[in-house]
């Protein structure tokens, strides 16, 4: 394969016109992306043009995450005001609002089917939502935190959360095992590598790790970056050779993932750099900071019309 290219060059530039930008996530495809707003928006976009495509309301304080199903046919999102909404992408419309959280819910992901939303909260508990039932109910509610979840990633068979307590941890739904690693510090942000191997975890230590995924062991630490205060997003680039982080002096961060040398540093604007995502193929970096979101591609890219 051709040597990993980082993406350095800003192509795109967002302005959201929703408040601070909480959250930016490239659908499945990575051909369009929502952003969260604090002025209780979901947006839908297509990066590479620069279009908003659709603006969904419904939330009664601001949205924290968002998810979009595989087929890019509903979107899921958490917020502030504790709930949980399902939507349809084409009608704009809330489907059905999931109530049971004691706090604001800070992470939502689909499973690989839609069929299930799981939802983390500052309640300290992550909840599973049916989709396709009317129960207003969640079909399971995982516990074992003992502080705020901060994060949830889905894989085809496990449910991975970052919590407060410091704690990264891993339900097996094959097996119907547990599997916790200590941090020690508040977890911001967890993610599987691709090859779903690897754990990476950030945590307000200013340091990012990644853990072998079976047995816990820790493979690399990455620091350089500052976090101390803010929930910030990590992310593993599209062939898992470099790390990635947000960080509070508007910069965004990559390590190489075997040396763990700092690769390179981003500088994305003033302030702090509230969310990442990665194009699951390409090397395409979403960056939200402030009210503004910008996509990054690497040096070789040509943006389209530009002459070669």
């Known amino acids: ?40 928006t979901l947006k839908l976009w297509n990066p590479h043009k620069g279009t908003a495509l659709r603006t969904y309301q419904g939330h009664g304080y601001e949205v924290l995450d968002a998810a979009g199903s595989f087929d890019n046919s509903q979107i899921c999102s958490g917020g502030a005001d504790k709930a949980v909404a399902l939507w349809d992408v084409t009608t704009g419309q809330v489907v059905r609002k999931y109530r049971g959280h004691a706090g604001k ?13 799981v939802s983390g909260s500052i309640d300290s508990t992550v909840r599973c939502w049916d989709c396709r039932s009317r129960r207003p109910d969640p079909i399971q509610v995982l516990d074992e935190a003992k502080d705020g979840i901060s994060s949830v990633k889905l894989s085809a ?26 941090i020690g510090s508040p977890i911001t942000s967890v993610c599987f590598s691709k090859d779903g191997q690897c754990v990476l975890a950030a945590s307000l230590d200013s340091t990012l790790r990644l853990l072998d995924k079976d047995t816990g062991e820790l493979l690399g630490e990455y620091t350089g ?64 900071t402030q009210g503004q979101v910008t996509l990054w591609r690497e040096d070789t890219f040509q943006p389209e019309g530009d002459p070669d």
Not at 259 to 281: D, K, M, N, T
């Open 157 to 182: 068979h496990e449910i991975l959360t970052g919590s407060v307590d410091g704690r990264v941890r891993r339900y097996d739904l094959r097996t119907g095992q547990l599997s916790s690693d200590y």
């Open 1 to 40: 394969p051709a040597r990993p290219e980082l993406p350095r060059q800003r192509v795109q530039t967002l302005q959201c016109g929703q408040g601070a930008v909480r959250a930016a996530r490239f659908n499945a495809d990575g051909n369009y992306c929502l952003t969260c707003g604090s002025d209780k």
């Open 225 to 288: 970056h500052r976090s101390t205060t803010y929930r910030l997003d990590c992310v593993l680039n599209e062939q898992d050779t470099h790390v990635g982080c947000a960080s509070e002096d508007g910069h965004v961060y990559f390590w190489d993932l075997v040396e763990g040398s700092l690769a390179l540093s981003l500088p994305v604007g003033q302030g702090v750099v509230q969310s990442l995502a990665f194009h699951p193929r390409l090397p395409c970096l979403l960056v939200a």
């Open 105 to 117: 819910v800070n992470c939502v992901q689909f499973n690989e089917e839609a069929t299930v939303i």
